[in-house]
């Protein structure tokens, strides 16, 4: 979960490092530092805890030489606190290497060990200093240092990115990657390696994955990929198609508005060309045979934070319109239960980055039990896919705020589609309600839209509630994760007590919680599809507000019956019931963004988190 920038060719390498740390802030800000090869030789380093501008301002005070390479970082603390010690690059004794890492070396106790009685003398608390002198040691030795790196891979166990330069070779930049991502940027006559391609497509978009357990050696006219025993590797190169200025915030004050606001198109771009015009779905990036989809007989979803809430919601969706048992699981518990999976059951693994670890030993272990898994991912050419069977691409955009908006919402459409599509392969007993609700799919983004248009009056409750220290939300059926989903933003926004509950747990403990005043956001099903479900949480909210609470209710435009009762009444659009969430989620982003503001908190950033959790 850091940011990692590598570069060479005839830029400035400081700027062009710094410029592109800076769209990779969001993936860890504890620290950051960079590390240039100089023109007049020697290798010269800066680093500062804090956030990238600490860096900065260090670098104005004490300026680096200039020169065609080099490379830089910004830190998510895993080993050793967030110091200007621990921050990266780490350099060898000698300060002739410089080393940038993500991920965890597992075996650094054991390596510090040996370092120390072979008198190297290690300055950070960090894992990632051993690989430094490491590289020191093996350069010595063999002079060439893409080889010291394989050799030093072949040492290191656990999650690694590796980025280093050596001062005896000025044109070279080298990379390695196990399990933590790591990228080419191919220019003309400048290369580029960074942890995602935000970092360097204001300067190309033609990339290459590397994958697991390689080693890249990048000059200004080449580029040399192999494993880590030497051997030649197979690369993949691909055209990036997002745009420099899609990663930037459009105007607005934070990521996290700009992302809210793309939702309708995002949502559109994921069903766009999935859909023919007969309402038949073709998902072709879906590489799993037919057949074999009408052999599975049971779905396991495995997914962390916000993309676990859209995994509770698949599960309805596929249930009902396949009829194959579905479990939803936190991919960090999922495979220390022992589950049960075999050749016929289907995983599908849902994440944003496509990096989180506690998702990618999930389906690793799925695949090591027998079963076929299916990624949904927004972040092309990331681990969980290329580790998957299939991918079905959610087609959000970069997103950049740590909060997850726009990719939840197309998280949930990937999820849809996947269903409609057991359901097509394996024919379904509601045909025609399928096809029904791939039409209302084609309606949603505008639907969407029109939720946007009417959330002035959430800004200003928003607002009005600054100064309260918790938040409670309720919901039934598909209803229920849109409330875990409500109460995850608010706390992880606005650092607020927040409680989602399944309305009708209430009575079983929460309802105790009621006092006067305490806000209650409830999410209402539609009137029109399960009625004996709507009446009652029509009855949820009654007792709720008859022991003082504010009731703050979005429900369905004309639903009379929750008026009487609720304090504060958000419309939304009608939908198909299990479609709801994509219109009812909205007022809860826009909410949490709106209270965290008026805390004078950090919005895209927040407190704690990074936007891709790579350790487990
Ligand atoms: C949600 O707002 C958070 N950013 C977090 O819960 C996130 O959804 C979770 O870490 C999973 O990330 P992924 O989708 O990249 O796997």
């Excluded at 990657?177 to 400048?190: C, F, K, Q, T, W």
Aim: proline residues 5%; glycine residues 8%; negative net charge.
């Amino acid at each position: 979960m850091c940011g990692i920038v590598g570069y060479v060719g005839g830029q400035c390498a400081l700027d062009v490092v710094l410029a592109g740390l800076r769209r990779l802030e969001y993936r860890g800000y504890d620290s950051a530092g960079v590390a240039v090869l100089a023109d007049d030789g020697g290798l010269a380093a800066a680093k500062k805890a804090g956030k990238l501008a600490n860096l900065e301002k260090e670098l104005a005070d004490r300026p680096l030489p200039s020169g065609p390479t080099g490379i830089g970082h910004t830190r998510w603390a895993t080993h050793g606190g967030p110091t200007d010690a621990n921050a990266h690059p780490h350099l060898d004794n000698a300060g002739r290497v410089a080393v940038v890492h993500n991920g965890i070396i597992e075996n650094f106790a054991e390596l510090r060990a040996e370092l120390a009685e072979r008198g190297h003398a290690l300055a950070s608390e960090t894992d990632t200093e051993v690989v430094s002198h490491l590289l020191s040691e093996s350069f010595s030795s063999c002079g060439d240092l893409a080889e010291a790196m394989r050799q030093v891979c072949r040492r290191l166990e656990g999650a690694f990115t590796l980025v280093a330069v050596h001062a005896d070779e000025p044109d070279v930049v080298v990379g390695a990657r196990r399990n933590s991502p790591l990228v080419v940027g191919v220019g003309d006559g400048e290369n580029f390696l960074a942890s995602d391609v935000a970092a360097f497509i204001a300067h190309t978009r033609e990339a290459i994955e590397l994958g697991q357990d390689q080693v890249v050696e990048l000059r200004r006219d080449g580029v040399v990929v192999t494993d880590f025993d030497g051997a030649p590797a197979d690369v993949r190169p691909y055209h990036v198609d997002w745009d420099a200025s899609a990663a930037e915030k459009g105007g607005y004050d934070y990521f996290m508005l700009k992302e809210i606001a793309e939702q309708p198109k995002a949502v559109a771009d994921t069903l766009l060309g999935r859909i023919d015009e007969t309402g038949t779905l073709s998902l072709d990036e879906v590489r799993i045979p037919a057949a074999e989809l009408r052999e599975v007989d049971k779905v396991v979803v495995v997914a962390c934070g916000t993309a676990y809430h859209a995994g509770l919601i698949a599960k309805y969706a596929i249930e009902h319109w396949t009829r194959i048992p579905c479990e939803t699981e936190l991919a960090s518990e999922f495979r220390y239960r022992d589950p049960i999976l075999d050749q016929r059951t289907l995983v599908i693994a849902v994440s944003q980055s496509g990096e989180t670890m506690d998702t990618l030993m999930a389906l690793r272990h799925a695949r090591e039990q027998g079963a076929k898994v299916l990624a949904i991912c927004n972040t092309n050419g990331s681990t969980i896919p290329r580790e998957s069977d299939a991918v079905l691409y959610t087609h959000a955009g970069p997103e950049v705020a740590v909060a997850s908006t726009k990719a939840f919402l197309t998280q949930l459409v990937a999820c849809y589609l996947v269903a409609l599509y057991l359901g097509q392969v394996r024919g379904t007993k509601w045909g025609d309600e399928v096809r029904g609700v791939v039409r209302e799919l084609s309606e949603i983004a505008r639907e969407v839209e029109e939720v946007l248009e009417t959330m002035e009056p959430v800004r200003e409750l928003a607002r009005s509630l600054a100064d309260k220290n918790t938040v409670l939300f309720l919901g039934r059926h598909v209803g229920y994760p849109v409330a875990l989903e409500g109460a995850l933003k608010l706390k992880e926004l606005a650092y607020m007590h927040a409680e989602g509950f399944a309305a009708g747990e209430l009575k079983h403990g929460p309802i105790a919680l009621i006092e006067k005043d305490v806000p209650v956001v409830v999410v209402v099903p539609s009137p029109r599809g399960r009625s004996v479900l709507h009446d009652k949480i029509v009855s949820n909210i009654q007792e709720i507000r008859a022991r003082g609470a504010r009731t703050i209710v979005i429900a369905e435009r004309g639903d009379a019956a929750v008026r009487p009762y609720a304090d504060h009444l958000i419309e939304i659009p009608p939908t198909p019931v299990l479609l709801q969430p994509l219109v009812a989620t909205v007022p809860l982003q826009v909410f949490a963004c709106e209270l965290a503001t008026a805390r004078g908190n950090e919005v895209d950033q927040p407190r704690n988190l990074a936007k891709s959790v790579t350790v487990e």
